[in-house]
């Protein structure tokens, strides 16, 4: 079913998980959907499955996203992509790059791709901006590199809601909690680690948060969704450690 007057929309870690689950979602509703990331062998499956377009590209190259996206029109931006390190090894435990990585990619990847879109946008009165936030951004879970990331995404939220009053431009933010996606792989490489923690209870799935957006995204253009935060039955608020 079509999304108000939305023709175009661009998805960030569109590859895998959510930012997949998102892609697919779009394209039902008839959306051109331009999916980015940097793993080129699951972009390429999921153009095949989808129809989407596709742009291989490292978010932590900051000019690549403005030379690249700046020219770009589109009525709906997934501002998605983002990653843990540190769920396992700690904040002492990451490495230096491993903490630069999710410090480039959670946040200035993050803002910089807005700022690329958004004066199009402006200009066209119209647009609505998801970013992918966490329940981590919500509640201390002692993860403190990947919360700092997350909280950032949270006041950023906070504050472009009061800088594009009066634009028109929606902008949500979504809060999960547990989703089963491949983002657990690089925040658990053990493998019995991560099994253990990830089968612990019924996560979210991907589709899940999909719904989430389509819901966002579908309210009549007067209402804006400013906050979604879903989490699995079994993940009490933000709860890492669960205790039945
Ligand atoms: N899963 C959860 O429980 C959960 C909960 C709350 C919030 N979130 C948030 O949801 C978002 C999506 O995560 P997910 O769970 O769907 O994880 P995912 O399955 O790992 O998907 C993330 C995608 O982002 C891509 N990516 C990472 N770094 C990139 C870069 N530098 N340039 C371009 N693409 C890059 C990844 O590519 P590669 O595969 O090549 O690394 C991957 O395709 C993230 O912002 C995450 O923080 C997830």
Redesign the pocket.
Known sequence: MPIHNYHTAIV????????AASVRMLCTAGLNVLS????VD?LSKLKDETGCQIMV????KTDQIYERLESYQCDVLIN?????HDLSAGFLGATPSQVD?MLT??VS?AVHVIRALLPSMITRKSGHIIE?????SLYALGLPVYSAT?GAIHSLSRALRIELNGTKIRHTEI????????????AFPDKKARSSFVDQIR??D?EDIAAAINFALSAPLHVNVSTIELTPVDQAPGARVISK
Do not use: H, W, Y
């Open positions: 960030t870690g569109a590859a895998n998980g959510i930012g980015i990331d940097k793993d699951a590209m490292d978010l932590q998605n992509a983002g990653l843990a990585e990619v959670n990847a992918m936030g966490s329940v981590a997350k809060c999960p909690g547990r989703t089963s996606t491949s983002f657990f792989q690089s996560n979210l991907p």
